[in-house]
């Protein structure tokens, strides 16, 4: 421990890593900013030496403008609606689509998002293959559509 406080570059850099695995882990995207601000620092230390309290200064103000910057720059992405982003069912309402073949009864299977889906057409009537539709709803592995 001795060595890495006489050595404030690998001091920085060990910092930036535990800061950067533990943002890998969590996914949480606010210690990214703070794992750059460190190895920034490390960089600066290189090319200045400057003593502790002044080191951490700099670190924090860095991170306070990363941060405000990364977040101005790189919104969250987010389903509309709130939600998860990777669940691609909670994406489906609203997106457009195409017939995959003909619907007898009000059932059938649509093209929607590069992948075929069963589904129901609103008001129960027919329609023919590669009609547009509109999803209206999703229900598990079922979509509820209508022509577009």
């Not at 910057?69 to 987010?78: D, S, Y």
């Amino acid at each position: 421990m001795q060595w890495l406080l006489a050595h404030p570059f690998a001091l920085w850099m060990a910092a930036a890593a535990v800061l950067l695995a533990v943002e890998v882990a969590t996914g949480s995207g606010w210690l990214l900013w703070p794992a750059g601000s460190a190895v920034l620092t490390a960089a600066l230390v290189v090319a200045v030496p400057l003593d502790t309290t002044t080191q951490m200064m700099i670190f924090a103000g860095l991170t306070i403008l990363t941060t405000l910057a990364g977040r101005r720059m790189f919104p969250h992405a987010t389903v509309l609606g709130g939600g998860d982003i990777n669940d691609t069912r909670a994406r489906l309402a609203g997106a457009d689509g195409v017939a995959a073949g003909d619907f007898a009864d009000g059932k059938g299977r649509v093209f929607v998002d590069g992948k075929e889906w069963a589904a129901e057409l609103e008001g129960g009537a027919t329609l023919a293959s590669g009609s547009k539709i509109l999803v209206t709803r999703v229900s598990g592995a079922h979509l509820t559509v209508r022509p577009d």
